[in-house]
């Protein structure tokens, strides 16, 4: 079968194009429409793309997609969508009557799809559709690399370039100089349509402070299968390497050292609002993370415009499709991208940047406190020794009233006629703890080697507890003991107590944690303002969250006052740990670009000299000398104290018992010595 001259014609055309831009692609998808309504033109493209793709250099995936096989737009939009999902597509191509479908399907996908690569070039092959009108479309601002194909008119039509090395082709509705032969074959019918005409290539502007959505023409293909423009003419340029003044749409917070983001007086700041109604420069912007734009925009020549937000609003997306904040603003698309200590919170619904810095999150807990002054006395010995010592006094003095028994069965007590037990079992008891307390008791008169050699072997061991005790009571009492300290996340859990930090945010990592000690925090964990945080750092049952930064350094918010962390310890382990990032729209055809920026300050050593530089600039120096003592263990001693009363509390506490129970068993013997005498 012979093919049409159109074919040939545009056949060197999808050459040019598809073999030098398409040819090291791994994947591309053709989407066309095969029905009956085609035109003439359309399916000339269809004959001729499969021509040039037959004749590839390297075998390359295709994805066809006939949109005459679908019933809508739906159908499109959830093919295009699977397509993407099971494969890496890098190219497409378009043969459709309303490339506006296609469009609108593509974005659906990007919005939706769990594969997300950012698409390399589109080849949209039209018919009568005016560029004017495609090119406008916002959606075409997500896939910038693009190059729209149609015929021209004659008068659109440039004057030819160059010599040509056969007889002149004649252009339609020219009547001069057309040869007898081609005048024969357009009586004829043999020529179809668009024989001899030029095809116009277009392109979005994309870049520049204004205009972005103007179509640009970039060359016509002229019947004699060259380019119009005598000299190299880029097809698909790189509109990412120099924005030329293209407005970004920022929004950030403010939390140092990552971003400080403030309103101020239109001339006085350094970067402009998105709302220039506030003037312009009435933003300043500063931080770590804000470096990373600043120099971004610098390099890649965009202007940065930015929204603020204030302290800690990183806002949210909730499941009714609902959201504020910074991130709900991201996710309106107010905003093209946001920046501040943004964790990997809304993978699914937004598109992340490389990591920027690792941050963690852990508590500044309190501190051990110094136990109360009457414990002092059973301090010495533990529970479980106490427990021991008090059963052994039992078994002693059980084991001294047998051994008087057995004395008196045996008639060693002469004098005595009758063993009242209940009396013999309770002075026996007094005995025995009188020996463990070293305190004089009664004589214990016997006769027997047995029973002296058990009361000389009790009061050996009386002596060297006695010792021990007093030993360690001594030198409790010179140096004051602290409770044990909660320095540990399990320990904290443990304790029940709660946290704040300023935003909910803060355990969005852990809301959906499987571990038990992550659930019990952030079933712990409260929101409160700046002034309740304030006061809550001097409680002695609650924690704050703080956050420790890729430098080594610690962040908190300017709620905890200097005096508030001498009582304060900061755990030893971290709640959780991510790294920052910035988040923008899914889609956003400048992630990678960012992403390579990000990886030169990091690689460079930018990053950690402008946090340094930052905590130095907007931190108390005092504050993280400090922080950084109590994460080291380190605290400060304090000056000798003059004793008081609260000192000896634990010796009036023994004596108010002693006297207490005294008093309590003289009013008892009164009652049953009254008792027995009015019976």
Same mark, same amino acid.
Request: proline letters at 4%.
């Given at each position: 079968m012979l093919l049409q001259p159109l074919v040939l014609h545009l056949s060197q055309l999808l050459r040019l194009v598809v073999g030098q831009?398409?040819?090291?692609?791994?994947?591309?998808?053709?989407?066309?429409?095969?029905?009956?309504?085609?035109? *003439?033109?359309?399916?000339?493209?269809?004959?001729?793309?499969?021509? #040039?793709?037959?004749?590839?250099? @390297?075998?390359?995936?295709?994805?066809? !997609?006939? #949109?005459?096989?679908?019933?809508?737009?739906?159908?499109?939009?959830?093919?295009? $969508?699977?397509?993407?999902?099971?494969?890496?597509?890098?190219?497409?191509?378009?043969?459709?009557?309303?490339?506006?479908?296609?469009?609108?399907? @593509?974005?659906?996908?990007?919005?939706?799809?769990?594969?997300?690569?950012?698409?390399? *070039?589109?080849?949209?092959?039209?018919?009568?559709?005016?560029?004017?009108?495609?090119?406008? $479309?916002?959606?075409?601002?997500?896939y910038p690399h693009h190059l729209m194909v149609r015929p021209g008119t004659e008068k659109d039509s440039p004057p030819e370039a160059g010599p040509k090395t056969g007889p002149p082709t004649p252009v339609p509705g020219r009547k001069e100089g057309t040869s007898v032969n081609t005048r024969n074959k357009e009586q004829d019918g043999?020529?179809?349509?668009? @024989?001899?005409?030029?095809?116009?290539?277009?392109?979005?502007?994309?870049?520049?402070?204004?205009?972005?959505?103007?179509?640009?023409?970039?060359?016509?293909?002229?019947?004699?299968?060259?380019?119009?423009?005598?000299?190299?003419?880029?097809?698909?340029?790189?509109?990412?390497?120099?924005?030329?003044?293209?407005?970004? @749409?920022?929004?950030? !917070?403010?939390?140092?050292?990552?971003?400080?983001?403030?309103?101020?007086?239109?001339?006085?700041?350094?970067?402009?609002?998105?709302?220039?109604?506030?003037?312009?420069?009435?933003?300043?912007?500063?931080?770590?993370?804000?470096?990373? $734009?600043?120099?971004?925009?610098?390099v890649h020549n965009c202007h940065l415009r930015l929204e603020a937000y204030g302290a800690d609003n990183w806002g949210g997306i909730y499941e009714n499709e609902t959201s504020d904040g910074m991130l709900g603003d991201i996710y309106e698309q107010r905003v093209e991208l946001a920046i501040g200590c943004i964790y990997n919170w809304y993978n699914g619904i937004t598109e992340t940047s490389h990591t920027i810095a690792r941050s963690s999150v852990t508590f500044l807990g309190p501190a051990p406190s110094p136990l109360p002054s009457w414990r002092t006395n059973i301090l010495p010995y533990n529970d479980y020794t106490w427990l021991l010592l008090i059963l052994t006094m039992f078994f002693c003095g059980a084991f001294l009233y047998f051994m008087k028994y057995v004395s008196y069965s045996l008639g060693l007590k002469g004098n005595e006629e009758v063993f009242h037990h209940g009396s013999k079992l309770e002075k026996s008891m007094l005995d025995t703890f009188a020996l463990f307390i070293q305190q004089p008791s009664a004589p214990l008169d016997f006769n027997r080697f047995a029973p002296r050699f058990f009361l000389a072997t009790l009061l050996c061991a009386t002596i060297t507890l006695e010792n021990i005790y007093s030993g360690q009571l001594k030198s409790m009492l010179t140096i004051p003991f602290y409770s044990a300290p909660v320095d540990t996340l399990e320990k904290f859990a443990l304790a029940q107590w709660k946290w704040a930090a300023p935003s909910i945010i803060w355990?969005?990592?852990?809301?959906?944690?499987?571990?038990?000690?992550?659930? #019990?925090?952030?079933?712990?964990?409260?929101?409160?303002?700046?002034?309740?945080?304030?006061?809550?750092?001097? $409680?002695?049952?609650?924690?704050?969250? !703080?956050? *420790?930064?890729?430098?080594?350094?610690?962040?908190?918010?300017?709620?905890?006052?200097?005096?508030?962390?001498?009582? *304060?310890?900061?755990?030893?382990?971290?709640?959780?740990?991510?790294?920052?990032?910035a988040v923008s729209i899914r889609g956003w055809i400048l992630m990678p670009e960012l992403d390579k920026h990000i990886l030169t300050c990091q690689e460079t050593g930018l990053y950690v000299h402008w946090e340094l530089e930052f905590i130095v600039k907007y931190m108390d120096k005092r504050k993280q000398e400090v922080l950084m003592n109590l994460a080291n263990g380190h605290k400060a001693k304090g000056a000798p104290q003059a004793l008081d009363v609260h000192n000896i509390a634990g010796a009036l506490f023994v004596l108010a018992f002693g006297f207490t129970f005294a008093g309590c068993a003289l009013l008892a013997e009164n009652v049953i010595f009254r008792l027995r005498k009015s019976k």
């Open positions: 831009y398409f040819a090291s692609f791994s994947s591309i998808m053709i989407v066309y429409n095969n029905s009956g309504s085609a035109t *003439r033109l359309q399916l000339d493209y269809l004959s001729a793309l499969e021509l #040039v793709l037959r004749d590839m250099p @390297r075998p390359v995936l295709l994805q066809w !997609i006939d #949109v005459a096989k679908l019933k809508d737009i739906s159908d499109l939009e959830q093919q295009l $969508m699977d397509a993407l999902n099971c494969s890496v597509t890098e190219g497409f191509i378009t043969i459709l009557p309303h490339t506006e479908h296609f469009l609108h399907a @593509r974005y659906y996908a990007t919005r939706n799809s769990v594969v997300r690569l950012k698409d390399k *070039r589109y080849l949209f092959l039209c018919d009568e559709e005016s560029p004017e009108e495609l090119l406008s $479309m916002d959606i075409l601002q997500f043999v020529l179809p349509p668009h @024989r001899d005409i030029n095809f116009e290539l277009w392109t979005q502007k994309f870049v520049g402070a204004f205009g972005n959505l103007d179509a640009v023409r970039l060359d016509a293909f002229l019947p004699n299968e060259t380019l119009a423009k005598t000299e190299r003419v880029e097809l698909y340029p790189n509109k990412l390497l120099n924005l030329q003044g293209r407005s970004l @749409r920022v929004g950030s !917070i403010t939390y140092v050292p990552y971003t400080i983001t403030n309103y101020v007086p239109a001339g006085q700041g350094d970067v402009d609002p998105i709302n220039l109604h506030k003037g312009r420069l009435s933003i300043v912007f500063d931080g770590a993370e804000a470096n990373v $734009m600043k120099t971004f925009c610098q355990v969005h990592t852990i809301q959906t944690s499987d571990l038990v000690t992550e659930q #019990v925090l952030a079933k712990n964990f409260e929101v409160h303002d700046y002034s309740y945080l304030s006061n809550a750092s001097y $409680m002695p049952n609650y924690g704050l969250g !703080i956050e *420790r930064l890729s430098s080594g350094s610690l962040s908190v918010g300017d709620y905890v006052s200097t005096d508030a962390l001498e009582n *304060r310890i900061v755990l030893r382990d971290d709640l959780y740990f991510d790294y920052t990032r």
